[in-house]
């Protein structure tokens, strides 16, 4: 006996492509699949980093299907490290960070403090005040112009001498 064809409904393309990959990740415990279909997109929920990171790299941003875009979105785990720890991996091998020092006190909170080097750094900026047009600086105005203030956490300059990391005040004569 045939069926009535008004129960027959075609999938459109972008949710068929949804489905596919729905199905690469069913079984994984690390993914979970949704579609937002007010917004026309697919959102990809990794709990592992280094997978949510693979597959930032593998899919691709947006999918055309005729005149529907379908947007992919994948989201890595909510990152719970600290602004510290992020300063910790951005500056990384940087030569031009001396040390990342936290001092504590039991009256007030830890500063933590990120020390460039002793270093003037100097690029040509057309800047009209300087006569061969440079901007003169240092890393550590430079740092906190680009990053911003930030409670606890302040970008210095190393003064150069061995063994006062921690001694603020310095040495009293």
Partial sequence: MLQSVKNVKLSPPWITYCHKIESLFKNDPEVEVMYDNEEVELKIYVSEPEKADALIKLLPNNKEFGNVTLKITVIPPDNKESKLDLFRKAFNKNPDVVDIYTASSPLAPAFSYIIFKKEVVQF??????DVHGNLTTLNETIATEIFGEMSGIYFCTDNGKEDN????????P
């Fill in 165 to 172: 990391i921690g001694k603020p005040l310095g040495e009293w």
């Fill in 124 to 129: 040509f900026n057309d800047d009209l005040t």
